[in-house]
C-alpha cells in the first residue's frame, strides 16, 4: 500500500526529535552530527536560542494577516537586506521554489512593460537548479527534473555551463534575461569563475538582459559573504533566496532593482503567506546574526580549517575520494566510489551528509559550527572511508 507520505523521497531510515546547534537527537536519543544543514538551510544550527526567542515571541502575538495590510515585520526585513544588498526592493515567499518561479515571471513582465512583449527567452546553464515548479523545472531543463512532466514551459535556452562560445551566440538582443547560480549547489558545489560572473554582467549590460541569480542555496553567509556574488564584485537585476534566511522556518524572497521591479505594481503578483509575520521576524534575526563582519571572518576561518581538514582525507583516502572544491561552507567531495555509499557510510558513523550532483557528497555544515566539531565531522568522514576501503 502506498504511504501516507506520498513516496516522492527516498528517505534514510532516521528521523530526529530534537536539535542542538550542529547536532540532531533520534528517539533513543543517538545524536548525530549535522553537516548537511538540512541542505543548506539551518545556516544558525538547530535551536538557536536567539532564534527560538524571537519565533515563540511572535508566535503568542500574531500569526497571520495577509498581505491585504501592512506587514510590519516584512517591512523591516525587507529595510535590512536593502541596506545589505544591491536589491531596492523585494517580494516574500514561503520558498526558494517560488522566489525563482517570480524572478521569471518579472524579467517577462519587465519586457513586455517596455514594449517588447516578445522579449521573453531566457538564457539558463546545465546542471542548475531552481526548483520544483513547472517554470522552474522548465528552466534547469535536465531530464531527471522534468521527465513525464511535459508540456514544459517554453522560452528557456539551456546552454552547457562554461561554454562561452555558445552563450556569446546566444546572448542576443532577444534574450530577456540569464539565470545562474553563482555556486551551483545540486548541480554538485560547482563555483562559477569570478571571471564568469564579470563576463555575464557585462554581456547582459551590452543587451539589457536582466541578470537573474540564484542564492537560494549559496546565499546568506554560505560562502563566507553575505551572498556569493559579492566575491566577484558584481551585482544582479534580480536574486532569489531562501533556505538559510528562515533557518528552518519556510521564507523566501525575490529581490530586485528597481529598474528590474519596474513591471510588478499592485494586483501584478501575490501569496497569501508570503512575508508571514512569524516567517519575517525570524528572517530579521538571521539577518542581524549573519550580517556582521565579525560573524562572515569566523565563517571564513572555519571554511579554511574545514577545507584543509576535508584536503587530507582526500589525500589519505584516493581510493574513495576524487577532490574537494567549493567556495567557504559550501563544500563538494567529489567521490571515485557512489557518493550514496559514502553519505550511507556516514550515517552508520552517526554523521549526516548531503548527496550532490556529478557524485558529490555536499557538507553544508551550520555558518557557526565549531572547531571541535569540525574536527569530529572528519575523523568520522575519516572512519566511513575506511569501512568503505575495508568493505
Ligand atoms: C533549494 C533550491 C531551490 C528550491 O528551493 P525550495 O525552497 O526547495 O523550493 C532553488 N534553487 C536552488 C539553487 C536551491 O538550492
Known sequence: MIPAVMPTYSRAPMSFESGEGSWLVDRDGTRYLDIGGGIAVTALGHAHPKLVEVLAEQAGKLWHTSNLYHVPQQEALAEKLRDATFADTMFFTNSGNEAMEMAIKMVRKYWFEKGQPDRTK????????????????SAAASEKLTQGFGPLLEGFVNLEAGDHDALQAALDDTVAGVIVEPVQGEGGIIPLPDACLKGLRDMCDSTGALLV???????????????AHE???VTPDIMAVAKGIGNGFPLGACLATEDAASGMGAGSHGSTYGGNPLACAVGSAVMDLVNDD????????????????????????????????GAGLMLG???KVPNADVVNAG???HLLTVPGGDNVVR?????????????????????????????
Not at 538564457?123 to 542548475?128: D, N, V
Not at 541569480?213 to 551572498?227: A, M, N, P, S
Request: aromatic share 8%; hydrophobic share 50%.
Open 347 to 349: 550515517y552508520a558513523q
Open 122 to 137: 531566457i538564457i539558463t546553464f546545465t546542471g542548475s537548479f531552481h526548483g520544483r515548479s513547472i517554470a522552474n523545472i
Open 294 to 325: 565579525a560573524f562572515l571572518g569566523e565563517v571564513n576561518r572555519k571554511a579554511g580549517l574545514m577545507r584543509q581538514k576535508l584536503e587530507g582525507l582526500v589525500a589519505s583516502h584516493p581510493d574513495i575520494f576524487e577532490l574537494v572544491r
Open 363 to 391: 557538507v553544508l555544515p551550520a555558518l557557526n559550527i565549531s572547531d571541535d566539531d569540525i574536527a569530529e565531522a572528519v575523523a568520522r568522514l575519516d572512519r566511513a572511508a575506511t569501512a568503505l576501503e575495508a568493505a
Open 231 to 233: 566575491w566577484a564584485g
Open 333 to 335: 567531495i567529489k567521490c
Open 213 to 227: 541569480f540564484d542564492e537560494i542555496q549559496c546565499g546568506v553567509g554560505r560562502t563566507g559573504k553575505l551572498f
